[in-house]
């Protein structure tokens, strides 16, 4: 069964440091990778998604992927009180198949 | 543009009952996808299409049916409710880029 796993916290950093966020994935073979963020009560949005080995940068957010280690992972700079909220890792395993698999998420809280 | 749409926001079913919950998008997209959360869980998918008149299983299917009639709603329906079903429901749907949009979710409480 393809999964993918992530620490569930809560993860607890002061504001202005770095947060760092894993997720790690059960099939080599898999193709796309994004992170979500819910906030308490909401949908989840799209916060970066990376599909090659490497590091890809968005602002404050950087998205790392290593397939070989089969991880990825989400490193958030300077990190602000309305960062608090569970990231969500999700894996499309399968080139061609449309669904994502969901990890249960990291809940990330940022101290002030 | 109002993106993926849901309703109702909230229900309370009693055990047995049926309901359908409502989902409509209006960025024609041919990927459409149901979800459940349990409290302190990531999604769960239970029925996904990838164009009217298409639909296939997800991950949880089991208790719940879905038509895709029209590109814009995918309706999820839960025949003889169980308190297994309380959950928060959402619906996502997708172009031709990977992106998943969310809509705002359903509560379900069956009791």
């Known amino acids: 069964q393809k999964e993918v796993e992530q620490n569930s916290g809560p993860l607890s950093v002061p504001e202005g440091a770095i947060a760092s966020l894993n997720c790690t994935y059960s099939?080599?073979?898999?193709?796309?990778f994004f992170w979500y963020r819910q906030y308490s009560g909401k949908s989840p949005e799209l916060i970066m998604s990376?599909?090659?080995?490497g590091d890809k940068e968005d602002g404050r957010f950087t998205a790392q992927l290593n397939k070989a280690s089969q991880y990825v992972s989400l490193l958030i700079r300077d990190s602000q009180p309305s960062d608090s909220a569970t990231y969500l890792c999700?894996?499309?395993?399968?080139?061609?198949?449309?669904?994502?698999?969901f990890g249960t998420g990291t809940r990330l809280t940022i101290i002030p | 543009n109002a993106g993926v749409t849901q309703t109702p926001k909230f229900r309370i079913l009693k055990i047995g009952q049926s309901m359908t919950l409502q989902c409509t998008q209006d960025?024609?997209?041919?990927?459409m996808y149901w979800y459940r959360q349990d409290p302190g869980m990531g999604l769960k998918l239970i029925y996904y299409?990838?164009?009217?008149?298409?639909?296939d299983k997800g991950e949880v299917p089991n208790g719940y049916n879905v038509s895709r009639s029209t590109t814009e709603d995918f309706p999820l329906r839960l025949e003889l409710a169980a308190p297994s079903q309380t959950s928060v429901y959402f619906c996502?749907?997708?172009?031709?880029?990977?992106?998943?949009?969310f809509g705002p979710g359903t509560r379900l409480l069956v009791l």
């Open positions: 996502a749907s997708r172009g031709t880029v990977k992106t998943q949009y």
């Open positions: 099939d080599r073979g898999s193709q796309s």
């Open positions: 990376i599909y090659s080995n």
């Open positions: 999700a894996v499309n395993f399968d080139f061609g198949n449309e669904k994502l698999t």
């Open positions: 960025m024609n997209h041919n990927y």
């Open positions: 299409s990838v164009g009217a008149g298409i639909t």
